[in-house]
């Protein structure tokens, strides 16, 4: 985010899904046969991560009914400076991330702290699919089906205290596993925040899968945050930590340059970065910029939680 670069790649440039899978089919035989011809002289070729279903997804009210951005634009199009900063490196460099076993710890200011699973965190509520705007602060935007439910249904099962204020978020610190994070790029673990009361919004998506598959890797395998109204960076992703806090938290985009990322980051068309304007947005896969919605075009569900709050203040 800190670093320019052209605003998005364009449409031409995309590979159509079934050109994508027939690439992917290709790919995957031909590595079988470097692992049968080759595989005493050799080390095995890295492994892509294997898609499945999730089961019994449903349909959701919040989703909203604009066109879809493809499976293939969404895990390729990726911030995820933990894999690389340039958008197809996450793709690339997080093929063999591994996700299984894998554990969320969940404690501070609640009275019943608990580590989930990841298959506990995958039967814990009923998983619904969330079709949500997307806007990143760097102006490009996409419609993704998300799969998960709302973070409060894990948060009402640790009862937090009355201390509790903010939640923090934090992502597995791994460079061995994250080779972005050999790279002082951020200060590493990646943490993002939330007001108690954002993180109790319905809207929250602890996020456990795209287009009813499990989450792909790109995108934050094997769970993360969804906060549609807020700029994609305080979505996080590959969650290990959710810590309760009285404070609110200083996560990495604000140390690393608080004059151009704040706390709250709402979407904010009238709140321009430093550097660019917030006011459009281009889709990606389409060619006219479009106008940017006022929180994403959320207002109606969130506008009241910040009710005689200074947006451009508290940016
Ligand atoms: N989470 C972690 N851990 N590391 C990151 O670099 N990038 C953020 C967010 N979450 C990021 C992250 C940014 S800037 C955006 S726009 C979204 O992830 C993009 O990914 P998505 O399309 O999968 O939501």
């Known amino acids: 985010m800190l670093i320019k670069r052209p605003a998005d790649i364009p449409p031409s440039e995309i590979t159509p899904l079934q050109t994508w899978r027939a690439r992917r089919r290709f790919l995957q035989q031909a590595s079988a046969f470097a692992v049968g011809a080759g595989a005493l002289a050799a080390p095995l070729p890295l492994r892509a991560q294997t898609r499945e279903k999730l089961a019994g997804v449903r349909p959701s009210p919040f989703s909203i009914k604009e066109p879809q951005n493809t499976y293939e634009q969404i895990t390729s199009y990726v911030n ?84 509790a204020k903010f939640v923090e978020f934090h992502t597995l610190l791994d460079p061995q596993q994250m080779p972005g994070q050999k790279a002082a790029v951020l200060q590493w673990p990646y943490v993002e925040g939330l007001r108690l009361d954002e993180a109790m919004h319905p809207l929250t998506l602890l996020g456990l899968g795209l287009y009813g598959e499990l989450l792909p890797n790109p995108n934050g395998a094997p769970v993360r945050l969804v906060v549609p109204w807020k700029y994609g960076f305080k979505s996080g992703k590959s969650i290990v930590r959710i810590r309760f806090v009285e404070r609110m938290p200083t996560t990495a985009w604000v140390r690393s340059a608080p004059h151009e990322y704040g ?53």
């Not at 106008?291 to 200074?310: I, K, P």
């Open 80 to 163: 995820f400076y933990e894999f690389g900063t340039d958008k197809a490196d996450p793709l690339r460099n997080s093929k063999a991330f591994k996700t299984r076993p894998w554990t969320v710890a969940v404690e501070g200011e609640v009275k019943k702290p608990r580590t989930f699973g990841i298959e506990d965190l995958l039967k814990l509520a009923p998983i619904e699919e969330r079709i949500y705007r997307l806007r990143c602060v760097e102006a490009w935007s996409m419609v993704v089906p998300w799969a998960g439910y709302s973070l409060s249904e894990l948060i009402k099962q640790v009862e937090p205290t009355g201390n």
């Open 263 to 315: 706390f709250y980051s709402n979407v904010n068309p009238k709140v321009d970065h430093p550097r660019w304007t917030q006011a459009r947005e281009r889709r990606i896969g389409e060619f006219f910029k479009r106008e940017t919605l006022m929180f994403n075009g959320y207002a109606e569900q969130v506008a009241s939680l910040y009710d005689g709050l200074d947006l451009r203040k508290f940016y």
